[in-house]
């Protein structure tokens, strides 16, 4: 069992930066591959990176490719989204998920990842 908590949500102008961390528990967090979804009001939950356990590898959604760095610190359990050139469409709750087992490229749907946040807000204006 793995408890995921989100933070570092927040108002932002468009063109800002914001780092989202999501902390997790249990003992095994270095042997999951971390991911990030964000759903915007009245849009389907949508895949915005993943990341292997050793943080060798990473997947990202297109829109979101050389603004966002996802990336892993296993000695705090915490997986990190920087989040620069932000932009009024990145506007959504975004979610940290969790799956065991190695990364592979098509984890990018909702029902691959086993473990979820709560959520945190992310509005960008404009």
């Known amino acids: 069992q793995v408890h995921l908590v989100e933070s570092g949500g927040g108002l932002v102008q468009a063109g800002g930066s914001l780092r989202l961390s999501c902390a997790a528990s249990?003992?095994?967090?270095?042997?999951?591959?971390m991911g990030w979804f964000r759903q915007a009001p009245g849009k389907e939950r949508e895949f915005v990176a993943a990341?292997?356990?050793?943080?060798?590898?990473?997947y990202y959604l297109d829109s979101v490719k050389g603004r966002f760095t996802i990336s892993r610190d296993n000695a705090k359990n915490t997986v990190y989204l920087q989040m620069n050139s932000l932009k009024p469409e990145d506007t959504a709750v975004y979610y940290c998920?969790?799956?065991?087992?190695?990364?592979?490229?098509?984890?990018?749907?909702?029902?691959?990842?086993?473990?979820w946040g709560q959520g945190t807000q992310v509005t960008v204006s404009s």
């Open positions: 990341l292997s356990w050793s943080g060798g590898a990473t």
């Open positions: 998920a969790c799956r065991s087992g190695p990364l592979r490229s098509y984890y990018t749907e909702s029902y691959d990842y086993n473990y």
């Open positions: 249990g003992r095994t967090f270095s042997r999951y591959v």
